[in-house]
């Protein structure tokens, strides 16, 4: 059967991504959101200052890590491992970090589409059409042009459904 998805993906060398892609089926999920989070608020979160060195430089390797993917052709997902519920409101930071090395359009595909994929949900979550879950959300901007967008979810998404169903609407 083998591996589906190799999370936690961040530091993947060019030749490494080559074996991956040679699976033909191995998707990637990298996570910058858990580093900036570290540098940024790992103190306040209680990390010993040990902890947080071993993250110094890190950042410039994750992030050659995902352009080595994209040479390779990789499908890449993505996620935050955001730790600590005081610190929910940063994972969608992760939309933003990733613009470093790949292009908005990207992004909200390996949200998305490539997301779906990885759980084997594909043509159910993350597309809009017949038959699918109907999780969808109205956003008051583009994030094609701007994909911080995301971070201001508070107001700048007025309305979200899941399940077909209205979730939160404000203002509409």
Do not use: W
Not at 44 to 49: K, N
């Amino acid at each position: 059967m083998g591996i589906r998805s190799i999370d936690h993906a961040t530091c993947i060398s060019d030749e490494t991504a080559r074996l991956i892609a040679a699976t033909g089926k191995t998707y990637t999920v990298p996570t910058l959101a858990v580093v900036h989070q570290i540098m940024d608020s790992g103190a306040a979160a209680g990390m010993p200052p040990e902890s947080r060195a071993k993250i110094v430089g890190a950042k410039d390797t994750m992030l050659a890590g995902i352009e080595s993917c994209r040479r390779a052709v990789l499908k890449i997902g993505l996620g935050t491992d955001i730790f600590g519920t005081q610190f929910h409101d940063l994972q969608s930071n992760e939309f933003r970090y990733r613009t470093e090395v790949d292009k908005p359009i990207d992004i909200l595909r390996s949200a998305t589409s490539i997301n779906a994929e990885i759980i084997q949900r594909k043509g159910e979550l993350g597309v809009i059409a017949p038959g699918a879950k109907a999780d969808m959300i109205l956003i008051d901007g583009n994030p094609l042009e701007y994909i911080a967008i995301f971070e201001k979810y508070r107001s700048h998404m007025p309305l979200i459904l899941k399940g077909g169903e209205v979730k939160k609407r404000v203002g509409l």
